[in-house]
């Protein structure tokens, strides 16, 4: 059995507050993530299914670790087959604690069909990205002509996610070199069954625009939505999490708002 008493009364008043909008804000290092770890388990032990729960979060390395105290958390399963004792939940599954990019990942190869996309997509990192950039320009710089394709691949990111306004964009030749080399690097990407970073959220957030049915499928399956670090979302970030839990508002969420 979880032990509530390990909280202080503001920690335990939000591990118990089981229906959300839930908002904590407060310092680094005051358990702000344990909250979160704590929920989880309470919401188990409460018998909320653990394939309801979502909890994200920025990084890799702190998706693990909010995986490792949960893990700590739950109580052993002493039937469990391979002997020593998991700690899996009675059905066999586990509440999903990932990045926001695991879980766009995670909802397009279920549904990316519908977007025209073929089910096995790769991800393209930072390198596949830039040999992509670096085979554009290649082709349409003027011999000699230098330009950096890091340069170029933040650009195109920022223009992506709506950053358009941003003033490097008020010279017109960079705006239509940045627009010409996006809709290159559209197609080249789009040619190998690929996506990048920004296209897992951006696809998911369009999958649920035109896909209404898609949409619903992840709301009814994620019903109790918590975010870690939350002062870091970005903008679709922020729409992704307000589109899961629009309609049953069990969202937690907490942040650091000095940082
Ligand atoms: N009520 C508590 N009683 C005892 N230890 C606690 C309590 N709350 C937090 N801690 C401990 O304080 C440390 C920091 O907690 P936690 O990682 O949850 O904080 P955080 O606010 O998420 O930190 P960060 O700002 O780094 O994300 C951990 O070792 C945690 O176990
Ligand atoms: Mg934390």
């Known amino acids: ?39 989880i388990t309470h919401l188990i032990e409460r018998g909320i299914p ?7 979060t920025f990084t890799n390395k702190a998706a693990r670790e909010m995986q490792e105290r949960v893990t700590k958390l739950l109580p052993r399963n002493p039937k469990s087959a391979t ?28 549904h990316i069909e519908k977007l025209g996309y073929k089910r096995n997509f790769v991800i393209y ?13 290649a082709r349409i710089s003027a011999k000699g002509e230098k330009t950096d394709p890091a340069a170029i691949l933040s650009l195109l990111s920022r223009l992506k996610n709506g950053g ?24 080249a990407l789009r040619s190998c069954n690929a996506v990048d970073f920004d296209d897992l959220i951006l696809l998911t957030l ?24 939350y002062q870091d979302t970005n903008a679709a970030q922020f729409q992704l999490v307000q589109s899961l839990t629009h309609e049953h508002r069990n969202l937690c969420v907490v942040g650091d708002d000095d940082q």
Not at 50 to 56: E, N, Q, R
Not at 125 to 137: F, G, N, R, T
Not at 164 to 187: K, L, Q
Request: proline fraction near 4%.
């Open 1 to 39: 059995m979880l032990n509530l008493n390990s909280l202080n009364p503001q920690q335990r008043q939000a591990v118990e507050t089981i229906k959300g909008p839930v908002l904590i804000l407060a310092g680094a290092g005051t358990g702000k993530t344990r909250v979160i770890t704590y929920r």
């Open 83 to 110: 002997g020593s004792g998991s700690r899996n939940t009675e059905h066999g599954t586990r509440p999903t604690l990932c990045t926001f990019h695991s879980l766009c990942v995670r909802i397009l190869r279920q």
């Open 206 to 229: 369009r999958l649920f625009t035109r896909h209404p049915e898609a949409l619903q499928t992840c709301r009814s399956k994620y019903r109790y939505v918590m975010v870690d670090e």
């Open 164 to 187: 358009d306004r941003a003033a490097v964009f008020a010279d017109e030749s960079v705006r239509a070199m940045a627009a010409h080399i996006r809709s290159r690097y559209e197609s």
């Open 50 to 56: 653990p394939a309801s729960i979502l909890a994200v």
């Open 125 to 137: 990192d930072e390198s596949d990205q830039l040999s992509a950039v670096k085979k554009i320009l």
